[in-house]
């Protein structure tokens, strides 16, 4: 895949305070599938599945609240994505970014190493 921009990439250090603080003017997204979210998933994150990212996207407010159990993100506010590793996270920056999304950043190492640095004894 070809990309236009480079996501800007957080560190554990700076996703930590937004998993402690969340708030409804910033999301932290989870992009992997349910099955894997299931496994565990960072505090404060919500789930959208990159598969059904770019669809999501075009959905209105009311239908996609309805649908993912949290308001849809405004084209300005804080968005966070993450996955197991970080790669699919990255294309979802592409995704919201091509959708008009202009606050987009990547947890790089994502869940493996949130698990890592959390010290937590699950396994992918």
């Given at each position: 895949m070809i990309r236009d921009w480079d996501a800007?990439?957080?560190?554990y250090e700076e996703v930590k305070p937004r998993t402690l603080e969340?708030?409804?003017d910033k999301y932290l997204i989870d992009v992997r599938e349910p099955d894997e979210v299931a496994q565990g998933a960072l505090p404060s994150a919500v789930n959208l599945p990159?598969?059904?990212l770019a669809?999501?996207?075009?959905?209105?407010?009311l239908n996609f609240k309805e649908k993912f159990g949290f308001d849809k993100?405004?084209?300005d506010q804080e968005i966070v994505f993450y996955c197991r590793s970080g790669k699919r996270a990255f294309t979802a920056c592409d995704v919201a970014k091509r959708n008009g999304y202009t606050n987009l950043y990547n947890y790089e190492g994502s869940w493996l190493d949130w698990v890592q640095?959390?010290?937590?004894n699950k396994t992918q």
């Open positions: 800007r990439v957080l560190s969340p708030g409804v990159l598969s059904t669809e999501a996207l075009h959905l209105n407010p993100p405004q084209h640095r959390e010290g937590g």
